[in-house]
């Protein structure tokens, strides 16, 4: 494999050559690796959001409307909780009625780029969120709601947000609205971005600059690199002809398929073909959504202070008191969605040709700006199975859950949105299979990495959960995988 080292500095390199160089630049940049285990564990000590569950009427400064049971801040930003009913004609599960979180502003999730010696480092920060199992985890720069960074809850001001909100003068390298959970937000998107400085930029307690290298470790590691990081991460443009220069290795070993699957070009379709599919999955699916009190969903028990399904799947609706350290407030109530079980996040892979292609979903969720966007090939919480229909539960779950350690090639628990969701976490896995045992339909295609990051220039193709994993994959690309 060629070291960073080796690689010669010039004008004419891409981008995906420079963040190639970052990936592969694993430890001895700005920070060791080590050393930034023992910066988290320290920013853990002094940066911590303590969440405790209370009664959703006890929650200071929010209301619940007495006519309906939705949910709203006083000051009316932030975000809120209503009911949905969801039509689908002809689905296995044809309506049903759920709690929903409207928040209609965008947020910025937006990452600080800067090279040290030719290679690419990028800002992170060691974020407490109220929902996170574990403390702290590795997040972007900037994460934040509108909002937040408007100052609508009477805190101090959002560190390094300025970098986005005018970044005329610095270098974009992907500036892109996205969606996040369709099942949980009602058409809820986020800006990523990030922004390449040149200047010197004062770092902050709590910020690091890293390789992506050494996030790639870190992402490997237990609910350590968070659900917007990894967003961030996908939309990079980490594609194209050039990076077999900087990627050596056997012709015939997982990681050269990746790096093949990166080019233009690469996939079995072309990309009219995929748009078109996309295109037309969308266009014939019918889907209705109905807003519904939310003290009138059939199935949902509103008791003990919080929302349930009758059935005990699913999630709860909860009320929260944060207290947090190193925050713009550092004391807050809060609804919050608790999910019921640990989700699976599961994607199928194999070679054609040489070439790395991931089978992606064409996936319906009632929260889409577009009904239907690209999602990985299994995403669901297999204990709701106990409970749904036999025929909704997902065509290739078992074949995830089931695989041969030596088809895996990738697995760990990741959390979900902090912010938001209490203790959400879903396995994310990777398992490599042969082409010929799986067979492509009108919902399932086998798409390059190079078409994935394509799609990703643009909003509402590719879901979060998708968004996840592709950066796992990049994450494969570094040294020790093959």
């Known amino acids: 494999m060629t070291e960073v080292s080796d690689w010669p500095a010039s004008a004419e390199v891409s981008d995906a050559e420079r963040i190639a160089l970052s990936v592969l630049a694993g430890d001895g940049g700005v920070a060791e690796l080590r050393d930034l285990f023992d910066w988290l564990s320290a920013s853990g000590e002094r940066n911590h959001a303590t969440a405790r569950q209370i009664p959703l009427e006890h929650m200071a400064k929010w209301r619940i409307d007495q006519a309906t049971g939705n949910i709203a ?34 947020g910025v999730l937006g990452l600080l780029a800067k090279q040290f010696d030719g290679v690419p480092h990028f800002l992170v920060q060691a974020k407490a969120e109220p929902g996170n199992r574990n403390g702290v985890q590795i997040s972007p720069t900037v994460q934040a709601t509108r909002s937040n960074y408007t100052r609508v809850h009477g805190g101090s001001a959002v560190p390094y947000l300025d970098f986005f909100l005018d970044a005329r003068r ?14 949980w937000f009602y058409q809820k998107r986020n800006r990523n971005m990030v922004v390449e400085v040149t200047d010197d930029v004062e770092v902050l307690e709590g910020f690091r600059w890293v390789t992506l290298g050494q996030v790639h470790r870190l992402l490997a590691m237990t609910d350590v690199v968070n659900m917007d990081t990894r967003t961030v991460l996908s939309c990079l443009p980490f594609a194209g002809v050039d990076l077999t220069a900087v990627f050596t290795g056997p012709a015939d070993d997982f990681r050269t398929g990746l790096i093949r699957s990166a080019a233009p070009g690469a996939g079995v379709h072309s990309m009219s073909d995929i748009l078109h599919w996309i295109t037309d999955r969308r266009a014939r699916t019918s889907a209705r959504l109905t807003s519904v009190p939310l003290r009138d969903l059939d199935g949902w028990v509103r008791a003990d202070g919080r929302i349930f ?11 929260v008191e944060v207290r947090a350290g190193r925050r713009e407030v550092t004391h807050w109530a809060q609804p919050m969605i608790r999910p019921v079980g640990i989700g699976v996040i599961g994607l199928l892979v194999t070679r054609i040709d040489g070439v790395v292609h991931a089978l992606m979903h064409a996936h319906i969720e009632p929260g889409y700006v577009d009904v239907v966007e690209l999602a990985p090939t299994v995403q669901c919480t297999p204990e709701n199975y106990e409970y749904l229909p036999a025929e909704a539960k997902p065509e290739y779950l078992d074949r995830i859950l089931t695989a041969p350690a030596g088809q895996v090639r990738f697995d760990t628990v990741l959390s979900e949105e902090g912010g938001r969701f209490y203790h959400a976490r879903n396995r994310y896995i990777v398992v490599e ?15 390059s990495v190079g078409q994935l990051v394509e799609l990703l220039r643009h909003s509402y193709y590719v879901n979060v959960q998708a968004r996840s994993l592709i950066a796992c994959l990049h994450s494969l690309l570094g040294e020790g995988h093959a």
């Open 73 to 106: 801040h006083e000051s009316g930003g932030f975000f809120g909780l209503e009911g949905i009913a969801v039509d689908l004609p002809g689905r296995v599960i044809p309506r049903w009625t759920q709690p929903i979180i409207k928040q209609p502003e965008v």
């Open 309 to 319: 399904h009758e059935s005990g799947y699913f999630f709860h609706v909860i009320g």
């Open 433 to 447: 299979v042969d082409a010929g045992t799986v067979t492509e339909s009108e919902e399932y295609r086998w798409l």
């Open 170 to 183: 610095h270098r974009v390298l992907t500036d892109v609205r996205q969606s996040e959970q369709g099942a």
